[in-house]
């Protein structure tokens, strides 16, 4: 795994070799399945009561979306989806977060809809709500049929 990828999973939390190590494993997987590499990292989280909530790891490459929900579980669920030119709409809902700069406060989901009418979504608290919109200026809004 791209150390990038490393230096973004701390900064959303993620210290504990073991998630470390899992995440790690589903990024193995994930290139196995895709025949490239991943190019960006993606952790679905919000904070609640109890503190930051993980959800989802997603992986994207230049035609695939990638996601392993419930990444910690015993039982792993993956997603694959080509997305190059598959997108047929998206949705965005968003707090305390003008679009240039996050704070604590921001929160944003970003849904996106593909041809088939399945979705996904990316969902972030804190500075995490500029790395989701950076993967959707990259890989989500180029992609819209």
């Not at 589903?26 to 904070?47: G, N, R, T, W």
């Not at 994207?60 to 979306?65: E, K, M, P, R, V």
């Amino acid at each position: 795994m791209k150390k990038a990828f490393e230096v973004y999973l701390k900064s959303v939390g993620i210290t504990s070799k073991a998630m470390l190590r899992r995440i790690g494993l589903i990024h193995d997987e994930c290139e196995l399945m895709c025949s490239a590499k991943p190019q960006a990292i993606f952790v679905d989280e919000y904070i609640d009561e109890g503190g930051r909530q993980y959800e989802c790891v997603n992986f994207f490459t230049a035609s695939f979306h990638f996601a392993s929900g419930d990444f910690m579980g015993d039982n792993r669920e993956y997603t694959f989806v080509h997305i190059k030119r598959k997108i047929l709409k998206w949705k965005m809902e968003k707090a305390h977060y003008d679009l240039k700069k996050a704070t604590s406060k921001s929160r944003i989901t970003i849904t996106f809809y593909f041809s088939d009418m399945a979705n996904a979504s990316l969902k972030a608290s804190g500075k995490n709500c500029d790395v989701a919109l950076s993967i959707f200026r990259k890989y989500i809004a180029p992609n819209v049929i």
